[in-house]
């Protein structure tokens, strides 16, 4: 027996120390106990679990553990690498086989008190089972006694032991079986566990398949980044790109590039798209293809861009194989994954900060080369013509593939005047020849171009080139009145240079007036303002009858006849997507020399030309029939009402018509160009004491005042309730954008609103919204930050709780409010306003080195909300102490961090506790106020002390001196 002893303890010393070969020491050792005789073999494995019991009760990772578990589980193994045929009934198992023997010592101690004990076992099964080869079998009976055994611990209190014992059955599952019971637990877990250490052992060990994947891929919106980054790993090493569904693939990489974790957007790109990649041999369209181009133009071109960002530029050069010898791609070759691709790399080779303009003219011709190109694929795809079936079926694609080529050719250097030029004709020609009832996506791309044709130091060009292509759209669409026999007539070159004058003094003196319009508004001088806008109006007049006059006319035998201004709808659509461009790229502000030499920023007046297509052409299209016409025009005047607070204030009634009663993708238009100007300008400049000689308050309560609203309600009041009630639409776009709306106009300062703030909290916890994914995260975003801005912002979270408290309390059983967990609701109000929350935020902060000089945030040392919220909650259950709500507000009592050092406040809710104690007789209320009042009474100074600091106070003012 000493022998055996002191064999097993030189084994169990030597197996601790990494450099011994445990293959080599497990070997002998089984050698050795093959020499033994049948009392003596019943000895050596006695002392084995002596030996091995040490082990057992250590729960913290130590080295030398782990290499004497492992060493033992293998040792085991090599009982049962035997054969087959050695398996006998678990009942009378074999006396030699030590891997039998340790697997019964182990399930006999699986659920014993000691933690570290069940963690061990646990931790020892799992080598034991590992160990062995994947074609091993083992007895039915004892697989059955193993799992039953395993799927206890996956329930036990403690995490890391749950963990082990999910790792530890991961050989014993069943994925085939439909009842698999370890399949099961492992769902559950995955979904229920509240440890991101048990999700992610599942992660690890679950077997995927059809059953399975639809949860692992729910993992990857896990709370816990470690989990999120684990299930993309895992989804990267077990799942093919092809076993896949497009949808799922789209939002894998949606997701996971939008990730706020950047570990997380690392591994999708690494490891996620790679292992794409190496599906197809690194072939790029190959992916592409699996992807959806056109429905997820941004989810297909942010996976491109993280396909690049790890490739040289050489090399995506090099590998870029799919143009001709003229570095162009076949027209017919052309399909909107490769027209991506090639756009995508021709950016991407631009945005390097290193020159890359070898490899840039590896892949593109000639600008001029280029514009030939292009205009020969709309020459060839996008002419549509009568009854062409196959046209129409390909119209989507084609205009895909287009817009992609107008990106290439935007991103051209203009600096060779030859090529600018041919760039110019080219964007004239193609928006005068495409059909933009057909391709109504690509007359915006060509009206981009030409932000790049004039910078925005060249605006006055960019604008005075804009107008001639709509002017010259809409003269080409017109119809001549007369008879059939015409003649063109045109002035004399004498007559036309003395009409060029009278229209260049014209617009001098129109800039002049309107410069003295804008002052005159400014000095609140309306009088003044109103001759001269009839001035501007008579000279407008007379510069529409000179451009009459100097236009060529059409006339026949007896009489001429002015060509007319098209009105076709397909002609107005394409003028106003032109006009929506223009706007879009103007700026807000222009540098101005002040009287001090300092250059400043001044906010830029609208362009006379703008507002001469506001009056002539987006107007009349905002009551066009044609709710596609109308949705450009509601965005263009939007984008015109951001310069000029009279433009808002004059058309913010028709924008407040439209949101209620158009189609939903006008009222979107209309609803976001409400909030923009409510951002830029704010309510206040639209209440009545500010208005600029409009009768918006008029039209406003005329239009939309309600019956139960009183007379005098104000603009403002009318502006936020129509948008705030849009968040009452059954259309779930018009609440995302009324929604994000709000938030960012309550982020940007312009309001504080407790009773917005309710609403955007009750709008995330609305069980009809569960699955607009984009409104609860553009809440959840502003939810996360508004608490923490200022003491403004946070006062406003603590006024909100009661109010939208007692919104759900007093839920009818029809609204779906009524489901609603109050109690998570307020556990939500308690967290934003946490004190520790707030200083680790504001700490964050004021530590950010990238945040600049910030001045010292110091709202937080006066009382937080936590000691407002204590005295409201208390007066609300003392305002009705037999409610069935007084149980979630007690409880809500017991999570609030109190400030120690407000006496007072302590000393007033301490007579509070003792009314509540007095007046309600729920029970479980009862137990949550007593520890309430336990906690108060603990931060508050003994008795005798405050009674001793009262009679000092007494003694002290009671006392008089003696006079000298």
């Known amino acids: 027996m000493k022998k055996i002893a002191a064999k097993l303890s030189e084994v169990f010393d030597k197996s601790q120390h990494g450099h011994q070969n445990q293959v080599k020491l497990a070997e002998d050792l089984k050698k050795y106990y093959s020499k033994l005789k049948d009392g003596e073999k019943d000895v050596f494995r006695t002392e084995f679990i002596r030996f091995l019991k040490p082990c057992l009760v250590i729960l913290a990772k130590e080295s030398a553990v782990e290499r004497v578990l492992e060493f033992a589980a293998r040792y085991a193994s090599l009982f049962e690498q035997a054969s087959d045929e050695e398996f006998q009934d678990y009942s009378d198992p074999d006396p030699d086989n030590f891997y039998f023997y340790l697997f019964d010592y182990l399930l006999k101690h699986h659920d014993v008190q000691g933690k570290a004990i069940r963690f061990r076992v646990c931790h020892l099964v799992r080598l034991l089972l590992h160990v062995v080869p994947r074609d091993a079998a083992l007895e039915e009976d004892l697989v059955e006694r193993i799992t039953e055994c395993l799927l206890q611990r996956m329930y036990d209190i403690i995490p890391a032991i749950r963990a082990q014992a999910v790792r530890a059955c991961s050989r014993l599952q069943q994925p085939t079986e439909s009842d698999c019971p370890i399949i099961e637990r492992y769902l559950f877990l995955l979904n229920c566990d509240e440890s991101p250490e048990v999700r992610a052992a599942v992660l690890s060990c679950i077997t995927l398949s059809t ?20 299930a993309y790993q895992v989804l990267a090493q077990k799942v093919s790109i092809r076993a896949l569904t497009c949808s799922r693939r789209l939002r894998l990489v949606d997701q996971g590039l939008l990730d706020q974790s950047e570990a997380v957007r690392n591994v999708v790109k690494t490891e996620l798209l790679q292992a794409w990649l190496r599906t197809y041999q690194g072939n790029i369209l190959e992916v592409l293809e699996k992807l959806d181009a056109i429905g997820s133009y941004e989810t297909t071109r942010k996976a491109v861009q993280a396909m690049f960002d790890y490739s040289t530029a050489e090399d995506l050069a090099t590998g870029f194989t799919i143009c001709n010898e003229a570095k162009v791609i076949d027209h017919d070759a052309l399909t909107p994954e490769s027209a991506l691709y090639w756009c995508e ?16 003219d590896s892949i593109l ?10 205009e020969g694929y709309f020459e060839k795809y996008l002419k549509v013509t009568e009854g062409s079936e196959a046209a129409e079926s390909e119209t989507e694609e084609r205009e895909f593939v287009a817009e992609q080529l107008l990106k290439i050719l935007s991103g051209y250097d203009l600096s060779d005047n030859a090529g600018r030029q041919c760039l110019n004709r080219t964007v004239r020609k193609l928006t005068s020849e495409v ?28 604008i005075a080139m804009a107008a001639e292509m709509i002017q010259d759209a809409r003269e080409s669409g017109g119809q001549a009145a007369g008879s ?20 260049a003094k014209i617009r001098v003196k129109t800039i002049e007036l309107s410069e003295d319009l804008d002052s005159k508004i400014a000095g609140k001088d309306f009088s003044g303002a109103a001759e001269i806008q009839e001035l501007l109006d008579a000279l407008r007049e007379r510069k529409r009858e000179l451009e009459l006059e100097m236009q060529p006319k059409t006339v026949d035998k ?10 076709e709808p397909a002609t107005i659509l394409k003028c106003l997507q032109i006009s929506k461009e223009l706007c879009s790229s103007m700026g807000f502000f222009t540098a101005v020399t002040n009287a001090g030499g300092k250059k400043i920023r001044k906010r830029k007046n609208l362009h006379p030309t ?3 297509l506001v009056n002539t052409l987006i107007l009349p299209s905002i009551a066009n029939p044609i709710p596609a016409i109308r949705e450009v025009a509601v965005e263009c005047l939007g984008n015109c009402c951001l310069y000029s607070l009279e433009l808002s204030a004059q058309h913010l009634p028709l924008f407040l018509q439209i949101i209620q009663a158009d189609v939903i993708e006008v009222r979107v238009k209309a609803l976001a160009t409400i909030v923009d100007v409510l951002r830029i300008f704010g309510l206040e400049c639209f209440s009545s004491e500010n208005e600029k000689k409009s009768n918006v308050d008029e039209e406003v309560n005329n239009s939309y005042q309600s019956d139960e609203e009183p007379d005098d309600i104000s603009i403002p009041t009318i502006i936020l309730s129509k948008v705030v009630a849009m968040l009452d639409e059954d259309n779930p776009t018009i609440r995302y954008e009324a929604a994000s709306g709000l938030a960012q106009i309550m982020i940007s300062g312009r309001i504080v609103s407790p009773a917005i703030f309710s609403r955007l909290v009750l709008l995330w916890y609305n069980p009809t919204t569960q699955e607009e ?21 946070h006062n406003c979270v603590e006024e909100a709780f009661l109010p939208t408290l007692r919104t759900l309390f007093d839920a009818p059983n029809s609204s779906p409010l009524a489901s609603v967990d109050v109690q998570k609701v307020a556990q939500l109000f308690v967290h934003m306003t946490r004190p520790s929350l707030i200083k680790s935020v504001l700490a964050e902060k004021e530590n950010d080195p990238t945040a600049g000089k910030k001045k010292t945030i110091s709202w937080l040392a006066e009382n937080s909300a936590h000691d407002s919220l204590a005295v409201k909650i208390c007066n609300e259950i003392l305002r009705d102490p037999q409610s069935i709500r007084i149980g979630v507000l007690s409880r809500i009592l017991t999570m609030l961090e109190l400030s120690p050092n407000l006496t007072d406040n302590l000393t007033d809710l301490s007579v509070l506790c003792e009314q509540m104690a007095e007046n309600v007789k729920n029970k479980q209320a009862l137990r949550y106020l007593k520890k309430f009042q336990t906690s108060v009474g603990d931060m508050l100074p003994n008795q005798e002390s405050r009674d001793t600091d009262r009679v000092g106070d007494e003694a002290t003012h009671g006392t008089t001196l003696p006079v000298q």
């Open 211 to 230: 059953r399975t994947l639809p949860e692992v891929l729910k993992r990857v919106r896990d709370e816990k980044e470690s989990v999120r980054k684990l």
């Open 345 to 360: 790399i021709s950016q991407f080779l631009r945005r390097k900060e290193f020159d890359n303009e070898e490899h840039i």
């Open 365 to 374: 011709p000639s600008l001029t080369e280029f514009c030939g190109y292009v």
């Open 435 to 462: 059909d933009v009832t057909h391709f109504s996506f690509v007359v915006p791309a060509l009206a981009r171009i030409i932000t790049v044709l004039h910078t925005s130091e060249h605006e006055a060009d960019r």
């Open 484 to 503: 059939q026999t015409q003649t063109i007539v045109t002035l004399s070159e004498e007559e036309i240079r003395t009409k060029h004058i009278q229209l």
């Open 558 to 567: 007896q009489d001429d006849a002015p060509t007319e201004l098209s009105n």
């Open 610 to 612: 703008v507002l001469e």
């Open 773 to 793: 994914h984009e409104t609860l995260n553009k809440v959840s975003c502003f939810l996360d930050a508004y608490p923490y801005m200022c003491r403004a912002t």
